[in-house]
């Protein structure tokens, strides 16, 4: 069934609603008069989230590493809803691993889904945003997008890359209407904690490096401060502020990002100070 969306709701496109903020998301759009296109792996897993608007909920299989999938899954999205209002780049996992605990194939997989995933939807939803001179991109990302941790070099990897490529994509489009909103949690009660993460065979060397956040990840879990419907909120109340040459490009949400992201933003400052004299003396 076709329905073209009225232009005084939104019509949101999510990957990775199954669970976490992409579900937490859905929720908060469809609980404003949104229409949303939700997306998993399983879709069968969205079906409660249908059950609550069943004529503002497309659910689709979507599996963002397949190339040809992204492409039918927008063009599904359009032929129901006629556009895409916001796009919001969610789908991920957790992993961890020192850097020589983590093997080339766990890299390359962390980088397939969180960065070449989202880059590959972004790809197929930038031209429409931009033909209509409109339109939100909204990356999730991570305070692990601009801070590092020990045994996070797979995560942080993808996230920085993440962060980098949205912050050109904000230039380039700015002059057509669209934004690029950059999503930086701290620790939210999800799923991604505990079991979920994706752990590397451990190495005796990293006991006190890496070893140590292994076990503060499984301290943690269930007991993050983040309220994933707060963080939801602050989202869609961010993309349905009015347009302004004002708005902010990153999105912090939670105490620990807005700490992590301000010790890590001194502490590059910190080196250019150190290292300023060195670095001014190197010109012809």
């Known amino acids: 069934m076709t329905l073209d969306a009225p232009s005084s709701l ?59 999938g992204a492409q039918a899954a927008v063009a599904s999205a359009l032929a129901r809803f ?22 080339e194939e766990a890299l390359r997989d962390t980088l397939e ?18 033909a209509r001179g409109a339109g939100t991109l909204v990356q999730i990302t991570s305070m692990a997008g601009l801070g590092t941790s020990p045994g996070f070099g797979a995560y942080c990897a993808a996230k920085h890359a993440l962060e ?27 799923s991604l904690f505990g079991d979920a993460f994706r752990r590397m065979p451990e190495h005796p060397a990293y006991a006190q490096t890496s070893g140590a956040v292994r076990a503060w990840v499984t301290q943690t879990a269930g007991q993050q401060p983040g309220d994933p419907a707060k963080g939801a909120r602050a989202i869609v109340d961010e993309v349905a502020r009015p347009a302004s040459p004002d708005a902010p490009l990153r999105l912090p949400l939670g105490g620990d990002a807005v700490d992590g992201i301000r010790q890590k933003l001194a502490f590059i400052a910190a080196d250019v100070d150190r290292t300023e004299r060195a670095a001014r003396a190197t010109s012809f």
């Open 113 to 130: 889904l969180m960065f070449f995933g989202a880059v590959r939807l972004t790809r197929e939803v930038v031209p429409h945003m931009r």
């Open 164 to 190: 980098g490529h949205s912050e050109c994509l904000a230039h380039e489009l700015r002059p057509h209407g669209v934004r690029v909103l950059i999503v930086e949690p701290g620790t939210f009660r999800t």
């Open 82 to 103: 006629g556009r895409i209002d916001v796009l919001v780049n969610n789908a991920g996992f957790s992993i961890i691993g020192a850097v020589e605990e983590t093997s």
């Open 10 to 68: 939104k019509v949101w496109f999510i990957t990775g609603a199954s669970s976490g903020f992409g579900r937490a998301i859905v929720r908060e759009a469809l609980s404003r008069g949104d229409a949303v296109v939700a997306t998993a792996r399983k879709p069968e897993s969205l079906a409660d989230l249908v059950a609550l608007a069943p004529d503002r909920v497309l659910a689709l299989a979507l599996d963002v590493t397949h190339p040809t």
